[in-house]
């Protein structure tokens, strides 16, 4: 069974601060990637997606992730942080041969402090 | 507007009560989904459709009911038989293999 994992569960930043969250998932087949954020009090919104080509990619808000395909990996990152960005971060697979099947992670709660 | 419309956005049920949970697309997506949001667990799927009058199971789907009797509707009841149903449930429909969400229902088993 594919599985995704976020490995930081709460993270504390100051503003301007960069940030690195990690998403390793389980699956050996073709995938698509995606970071979604759920802002306090809004519904999950996406953020940015991989399918194929180039493997960084470029997100909204400044936000990008690379997938490496070799550690299974689609990290987020974003330079300089904005006390806006506080939300909660999931990162999300569908296999492309179950593509109907999207499988998230456990979240990543980002608290940026002005 | 285009989009996902769930409702009601809040909902307390008695124990031992069925309750339905409405979902509703107008974006003409032909797969829906339903996930459950718990702190520190992530979504969790309990249950999908890939075209009218076809759903499949997810991972949690025991005690949970659906239909899809129309392309813009999947319903989830949500049956006496779930233990544990106080939650977030959140309504997903599928655009060229990426996933958008209403804006989710809070159930509160009371």
């Known amino acids: 069974a594919q599985s995704v994992s976020q490995h930081n569960h709460h993270v504390i930043l100051s503003e301007a601060a960069s940030l690195e969250l990690g998403c390793n998932y389980s699956?050996?087949?073709?995938?698509?990637l995606f970071w979604y954020v759920q802002y306090p009090g809004q519904h999950l919104q996406l953020l940015l997606k991989y399918f194929s080509g180039d493997p960084l990619v470029k997100g909204i808000k400044g936000f990008e992730a690379e997938f490496i395909k070799s550690k299974f990996s689609f990290n987020l990152r974003k330079p300089s942080v904005q006390w806006s960005d506080t939300a909660e971060y999931f990162c999300?697979?569908?296999?492309?041969?179950?593509?109907?099947?999207?499988?998230f992670g456990s979240g990543t709660k980002l608290n940026v402090k002005p | 507007d285009g989009g996902i419309t769930q409702s009601p956005k809040y909902l307390f049920r008695k124990e031992g009560q069925n309750v339905t949970l409405s979902c509703e697309q107008n974006?003409?997506?032909?797969?829906m989904y339903w996930y459950r949001q718990d702190p520190g667990q992530g979504l969790r799927l309990i249950y999908y459709?890939?075209?009218?009058?076809?759903?499949q199971k997810g991972d949690i789907a025991e005690g949970y009911s659906v239909s899809r009797e129309k392309k813009e509707s999947f319903p989830l009841t949500v049956t006496s038989a779930q233990k544990n149903p106080t939650a977030f449930y959140l309504c997903?429909?599928?655009?060229?293999?990426?996933?958008?969400f209403g804006e989710g229902s809070w159930l509160t088993v009371v």
């Open positions: 459709s890939q075209i009218v009058n076809d759903f």
């Open positions: 997903a429909s599928n655009a060229g293999n990426t996933i958008y």
């Open positions: 999300a697979v569908n296999a492309l041969d179950n593509f109907n099947k999207f499988y």
């Open positions: 974006l003409n997506h032909d797969a």
């Open positions: 699956y050996g087949g073709t995938v698509n």
